[in-house]
């Protein structure tokens, strides 16, 4: 029987899907609602087809409820950027008319014709340690806030103000030195005190949040901490984004994903290349701290650091090249990682412990990495199945269209033709009946 990717555009209170065959044939397109109602409406007519693929634009982003619902059911997910889709859309026929029905149609072709997309997992350790992130990454913000919030109030507790932003201890010694008498001024400490408070059990959080990163790292048998600069924040960040790192086929890849290529926009004779904006900016985040605490400290980061500026770089251009190496570790690191997790599960079965630290630092790659690298995206392992043969049919069935009402969706045997008929937008509507030409 023939495969059939199902084509999603998600969104927080519905989906509207479009599913067809590996020969382009529509076989079924509607909408539905997010609910357990219409999710399994949805599935019910999905599940006709044995051999489905699901294809969700944005699986890590607002598409990620309705992918990790469906991984939990067993089915097979692929991740669809919205800059491939947003491609497809601009060059399919329609005038670029962006409704949910052109997007979805607009997904499952990038589905079919493109090879290289990444297939969603289902891993609970990688799924944890991103909950973990991401709630660590919204207390240090809040921290944040509340130390400019306190800075703030000393601006008008003390003449001139604190100098800089301190420690909460330093603020508490600071705070101690103050005694106002009017009525503003009484409030205004109270204020202070009161965020010394927050910032006191910010800091507590924290410091239990990075214990429990660097516990979960390590059963994770990374060894991303090895490199100086990652701590027990940015190596669970990287891996929880990264997830699989055989997803990139070189390290240019990966420096691509992670914005630290530079972008080569050469014309004629003139060669130049510009700072990318794009990639992962979170995981360049950690890469530039990283970056940061290696010139900070007496390594062999800075020490190329400073071989750049010698050669007439500028700070930010040579910060620059030192992102892009730290870039290559990472992801020589990532790799060494997963072949020692791949070589001991060989040898003491699903459960074991990864192999022996492989060290890195900035330099331990061939010298031949610098600001000019370009690399361009090229192609992707296969992450589709093969294809499966098509079961012949007689031309009389061929030719006879039948059709019938499943929760709102039109579905369709293959015909041979690509003519299409108009849908219902709702998933309770009525079906328009059409005669077939």
């Not at 079924?28 to 399994?40: E, H, L, S």
Request: proline share 5%; charged share 25%.
């Amino acid at each position: 029987m023939d495969r059939v990717i199902i084509g999603m555009d998600p969104h927080k209170a519905s989906v509207t899907i479009e599913a067809r065959d590996t020969r382009e044939v529509l076989r079924a397109k509607g909408r539905f609602g997010t609910d357990n109602r219409q999710y399994k409406a949805m599935l019910q007519v999905a599940r006709q087809w044995p051999e489905r693929l699901w294809a969700v634009e944005g699986a890590n982003g607002i598409g990620r409820p309705v992918a990790q619902r469906l991984l939990a059911d067993g089915e097979r997910v692929l991740d669809v950027p919205a800059k491939l889709a947003a491609r497809a859309r601009v060059f399919d026929t329609g005038q670029g008319r962006k409704t949910d029905a052109t997007d979805a149609h607009a997904i499952v072709m990038v589905a079919l014709r493109d090879k290289g997309l990444r297939e969603v997992g289902l891993d609970p350790a990688l799924m944890a340690l991103r909950l973990l992130c991401d709630r660590r990454d919204e207390i240090s913000h809040a921290r944040a806030q509340a130390l400019n919030r306190l800075h703030r109030l000393f601006l008008e507790l003390l003449a001139g103000g604190a100098p800089v932003k301190k420690s909460t201890a330093q603020y508490k010694a600071l705070l101690a030195t103050v005694r106002p008498r009017d009525v503003v001024g009484k409030t205004r400490r109270r204020m202070a005190a009161e965020e010394l408070a927050d910032l006191a059990r910010y800091d507590a959080k924290l410091k239990a949040m990075k214990a429990e990163l660097k516990a979960a790292v390590q059963a994770l048998g990374s060894h991303l901490m090895d490199i100086h600069g990652i701590g027990p924040a940015g190596a669970a960040r990287i891996l929880a984004d990264v997830a699989d790192v055989a997803r990139f086929p070189d390290r240019n890849h990966f420096a691509s994903w992670t914005g630290t290529a530079p972008i080569d926009p050469s014309s004629g004779e003139h060669t130049h290349h510009r700072l990318s904006r794009a990639g992962n900016r979170r995981l360049n985040h950690v890469l530039y701290m990283a970056g940061i605490v290696q010139l900070r400290n007496d390594t062999e980061g800075r020490t190329y650091y400073r071989r750049k500026c010698a050669e007439a770089k500028t700070s930010l251009e040579a910060l620059r090249c030192l992102k892009r190496r730290l870039s290559d570790v990472v992801y020589r690191q990532l790799v060494a990682d997963a072949k020692a997790r791949a070589a001991t599960v060989e040898e003491t079965g699903p459960g074991g412990h990864s192999g022996a630290t492989l060290s890195s630092s900035a330099t331990d790659l061939t010298p031949d990495i610098g600001s000019s690298d370009e690399p361009q995206p090229g192609p992707a392992p296969t992450t589709l199945p093969s294809q499966a043969p098509t079961r012949k049919t007689s031309g009389s069935r061929t030719a006879a269209t039948s059709r019938r009402r499943a929760g709102g969706v039109n579905v369709e045997r293959p015909t041979g033709r690509t003519t299409l008929t108009p849908t219902s937008v709702g998933a309770h509507s009525t079906a328009s009946r059409t005669p077939t030409p």
